[in-house]
């Protein structure tokens, strides 16, 4: 009987971060108690990206890094025939980036007379997606972003169509390889992710696992965000530090929305074909519902355009930098002075 790898394809945005912390941090209990090897080849940072041919966007075309790509996937397959396991999972969430070419010539290729894959693919709201998307890209490397341009980009790229991305992989490995799940704490199993992604694995016994303390990732509020884009277009990005980029503990902003309600429903509407295919086809659902929480219309009432920070956010930044001014002023006079002292020496 072939062995079977799971494919965790995240998407972006999902609690993937956790999930790859989590498995990394209990990968000792999963192959020992529950048959499942959270593949150590090609893990870095508790991620597989190094399996991602997307993970090389800008010379993904070359033969050298389609061929590293290759060779990291079968070093990954040999560890699992390697190991007691009969299951095994990588996972990064670059995955939703590869073409339909790609997952034939290289996974489809490398993968299918090997083993059985599974595809996990956790699907956010495109709404959702997109804003939470937004916050990581001014928070990590585009503070300039706009959200109206990223929502273009996501349109063309189509990672905003769920249904044409898990069509790209079912199309090799069939539709019965497809494990679709809602990204809603209501749809999670005991409302966690952590026990919802353990749940697709038949694991049921949560109490021999450790589990971290923080969140991985967590997303600035709309009002840092609005504050850290200020900084940048006043010219002042040097004194946007890891400090002012990090998640306050507090939060004043009237919505975490930068879209308006109807802008929202609007792109849900746009892809609500899409949902109700993946609803129907890969989660069996007769009514098409894919998502269930309420309407921005429902859910948003009170939202407000996000026009400046607020006076709280500007005042906790403030005195950070004012703080970490004085700290350089005093670290200057400092050396000043012992510069006087062995002059007056000499």
């Known amino acids: 009987m072939k062995k079977t790898l799971y494919i965790h394809i995240g998407t972006g945005k999902t609690g993937t971060t956790a999930i790859q912390n989590f498995c990394a941090l209990n990968a000792k209990s999963l192959a020992e108690d529950h048959d499942l090897l959270y593949a150590r080849v090609c893990r870095k940072n508790n991620n597989h990206h190094a399996t991602c041919i997307n993970w090389f966007r800008e010379n993904r075309n070359d033969s050298s890094v389609i061929d590293e790509v290759s060779r990291n996937i079968e070093e990954v397959v040999d560890e699992v025939f390697s190991s007691n396991c009969n299951n095994a999972l990588i996972s990064s969430e670059y995955f939703p980036g590869v073409t339909r070419s790609e997952i034939e010539n290289i996974y489809f290729s490398k993968l299918s007379s090997r083993v059985n894959v599974k595809i996990i693919a956790y699907l956010r709201r495109q709404d959702e997606y997109l804003e939470s998307w937004f916050a990581q890209l001014v928070k990590t490397t585009k503070p300039d972003a706009d959200i109206y341009n990223l929502m273009s980009e996501l349109r063309r790229s ?40 353990l749940s697709i694995f038949g694991i049921e016994q949560f109490e021999r696992f450790s589990f971290e303390e923080k969140d991985a990732n967590v997303s600035l509020s709309r009002d ?24 306050f503990d507090f939060d004043t902003s009237s919505s975490r929305y930068f879209l308006s309600p109807s802008e929202r429903e609007a792109l849900i509407e746009e892809f609500s074909a899409s949902n109700e295919a993946v609803a129907r086809e890969y989660l069996k659902r007769e009514d098409g519902r894919l998502f269930c929480d309420p309407l921005p219309s429902v859910s948003d ?44 020496v000499k």
């Open 158 to 197: 189509k990672l905003l169509d769920h249904d044409h991305l898990l069509g790209k992989w079912a199309e090799f490995f069939g539709k019965g390889s497809i494990l679709a799940r809602p990204y809603e704490r209501r749809q999670f199993k005991r409302e966690n992710l952590l026990y919802d992604f």
């Open 301 to 344: 009432k009170g939202w407000t355009t996000a026009e400046h920070p607020a006076p709280e956010y500007l005042l906790r930044t403030f005195t950070h930098l004012l703080s970490k001014q004085r700290i350089h002023f005093s670290k200057e006079i400092e050396a000043l002075r012992k510069d006087i002292e062995n002059l007056k």
């Open 224 to 247: 840092q965000i609005v504050l850290i884009k200020a900084f940048y277009n006043a010219g002042l990005e040097r004194f946007v530090d890891d400090v002012v980029r990090k998640p």
